[in-house]
């Protein structure tokens, strides 16, 4: 099992920059696919970003491509995910979250996740 803290949120105006941080606990951490996953007031929690176990490989949602990069630390136990170009629309609750099975975008994969932490970006 892992747990999840994210930190890093916070309100900025658009075009600036944020990065979020997630520290997981356990000696296991090297061994989950690691993701990023927002959720915007009234919407579905969506996929965001993620990271294989090595670090290696990631995949983005088509509209971070670019702005965003996942990144991981597997000796701190840390996954980061740098957000550049903010936009209003990317206001939302981020989630970090582990996958058991490695790297994904579906939602259903990952078994374990934090608590979240806001971002909000004004115009």
């Known amino acids: 099992q892992v747990q999840l803290i994210e930190s890093g949120g916070g309100l900025v105006q658009a075009g600036d920059s944020l990065r979020l941080s997630c520290a997981a606990s356990g000696r296991t951490f090297s061994s989950y696919g690691m993701g990023w996953f927002r959720q915007a007031p009234g919407k579905e929690r969506e996929f965001v970003a993620a990271?294989?176990?090595?670090?290696?490989?990631?995949y983005y949602a088509d509209f971070v491509k670019g702005r965003f990069a996942i990144s991981r630390d597997n000796a701190k136990n840390t996954v980061y995910l740098q957000m550049n170009s903010l936009k209003p629309e990317d206001t939302a609750v981020y989630y970090c979250?582990?996958?058991?099975?490695?790297?994904?975008?579906?939602?259903?994969?990952?078994?374990?996740w934090g608590q979240g932490t806001q971002v909000t970006v004004s115009s």
């Open positions: 990271v294989s176990v090595s670090g290696a490989n990631t």
């Open positions: 979250a582990a996958s058991p099975g490695g790297i994904s975008t579906k939602t259903n994969a990952y078994h374990y």
